[in-house]
């Protein structure tokens, strides 16, 4: 009887070292959830990944045809911020060797793209909820038996973040006028990280700042990581700008507002600022990111549908701040892959690639359909525009992250006004103000 025993014993050991993972593990899903984790992205990423993952498991779980399976998230630190090649040996091992089923996160583009060729060579449907590069999902179109395993889910690519961009750069304007203030022709000041993804805001301000009527007075570019920013300051302030557009998904967020503030440069910052949108931003930029504003995807007092507000009030809840847009985890795995699996009744990528890519559906911040491109391809890409993905821009405003746009935003002739519950006018700064009274 011992010996039947010893020989189960071994003989279910042996299998563990086999396969690498305990026996129950087959009645779970796994999902990888990869992103820069020591980086306020990649804790996005994480913290929408685990309120999902309660959310659904509380239920208990996701019907698979005839069985409930549980979710089990994978953390892969892709540290895609500073090394390339981390990335891509993140998301090999969350093929080989944790075997995943599924992969939510991905913020560099320049990371992304090669992680998104590993994902899809394995097979594995991939949802991004960080990189805009257009072409992250144009790739799909062009080859789509590789790439048809992407989607994306934030933000919307950078084509529309740029669309975004100018609107609010518009709404500041009419909102420095309504001030009153005494500036006959707005001078702009382009800062724009040196990343792939913002690229081609470098463009977009050149091509289209020109043609609201204002001058563009330089193209600044410094490094993501920047910690100091005192020289493109100074020839900002020099170049006599009133509204400095401000492209920033890195760290130098910080150090840029800070130091705006301090110069007291008389100009209102706006654009995109990745570290704008974390509670702790007041705090890292000592006050003096008053009045700097960014897109956003979320902001406390704003609802753009009925499922915003329970998300952001149980991701307050259990994390203690406001989620930031890679929190998009969240929608990923809760109204995407989950309803998707239970159509499809299994966990085959293919069968469910063609169930995703023809729903339409909300998500915590709008209505997600996604895209062809004019032949009539897949994209995989999100819809933009009223009653689709459109984002915020939030400001800062005494210590508050307030929501000011869209706010009565009319997209084109003849398009319903958009206003969300919640927002309230753009503030323009006292010292900008006084400047051009």
């Given amino acids: 009887m011992k010996k039947a025993v010893g020989v189960m014993v071994l003989l279910v050991f042996g299998l563990f070292m086999v396969f690498g993972v305990p026996a129950f593990a087959a009645d779970t899903i796994k999902i990888g959830v990869i992103g820069p984790m020591n980086f306020v992205q990649g804790q996005g990423h994480w913290n929408g990944a685990t309120l999902a993952m309660e959310v659904i498991n509380a239920k208990g779980g996701i019907q ?32 080989t060797r944790d075997k995943v089923d599924f992969v939510v996160g991905g913020f560099r583009t320049e990371a992304v793209l090669p992680m998104q060729d590993i994902a899809c060579e394995y097979k594995k449907i991939f949802i991004g909820c960080g990189a805009a590069t257009d072409a992250i999902c144009t790739r799909v179109a062009e080859d789509y038996d590789t790439y048809k395993y992407w989607f994306r889910m934030t933000p919307f690519n950078g084509t529309n973040l740029a669309k975004a961009s100018i609107a609010h750069l518009m709404s500041t304007a009419g909102a420095m006028k309504q001030a009153g203030l005494n500036i006959p022709k707005f001078k702009v000041a382009a800062a724009i990280e040196q990343a792939q993804w913002a690229d081609g805001f470098v463009g977009l301000a050149k091509a289209y700042i020109p043609k609201l009527g204002m001058d563009l007075t330089g193209v600044w570019r410094p490094s993501a990581n920047a910690t100091d920013v005192t020289a493109e300051l100074t020839a900002i302030q020099r170049s006599g700008a009133h509204i400095i557009y401000a ?7 910080i150090p840029f507002a800070r130091q705006t503030g301090e110069l007291k440069i008389p100009a209102i910052q706006m ?16 006050g003096m990111g008053n009045y700097v504003m960014t897109s956003n995807t979320y902001a406390r007092d704003v609802e753009q ?19 930031t847009y890679t929190a998009g985890t969240y929608d990923a795995i809760l109204f995407a892959l989950a309803p998707s699996i239970e159509e499809a009744g299994t966990l085959n990528s293919d069968k469910i690639v063609s169930i995703l890519e023809n729903r339409v559906f909300k998500n915590t911040t709008s209505t997600i359909k996604y895209v062809k491109d004019s032949e009539g391809r897949h ?14 821009a939030t400001q800062w405003q005494d210590g508050k992250l307030k929501g000011v746009w869209p706010y009565k935003w009319v997209a084109a002739q003849g398009a319903p006004e958009v206003t969300y519950k919640g ?14 009274k």
Wanted: no cysteine.
């Fill in 64 to 95: 698979v045809g005839n069985k409930k399976m549980k979710i089990e998230l994978i953390k892969a630190d892709s540290n895609e911020h500073l090394s390339i090649p981390d990335a891509t040996n993140a998301m090999e091992r969350l093929m």
């Fill in 247 to 253: 492209i920033f998904s890195g760290p130098v967020g």
């Fill in 271 to 286: 654009g995109i600022n990745v570290e704008a949108q974390k509670d702790d931003f007041w705090e890292a930029t000592q």
């Fill in 305 to 323: 549908n009925e499922n915003t507000k329970a998300f952001v009030d149980a991701y307050v809840k259990r994390f203690g701040e406001t989620p």
């Fill in 379 to 392: 994209l995989h890409d999100i819809q933009f525009g009223p009653g689709y993905s459109t984002g915020l």
């Fill in 423 to 436: 927002i309230v006018p753009i503030k323009i700064p006292p010292w900008v103000i006084e400047a051009y």
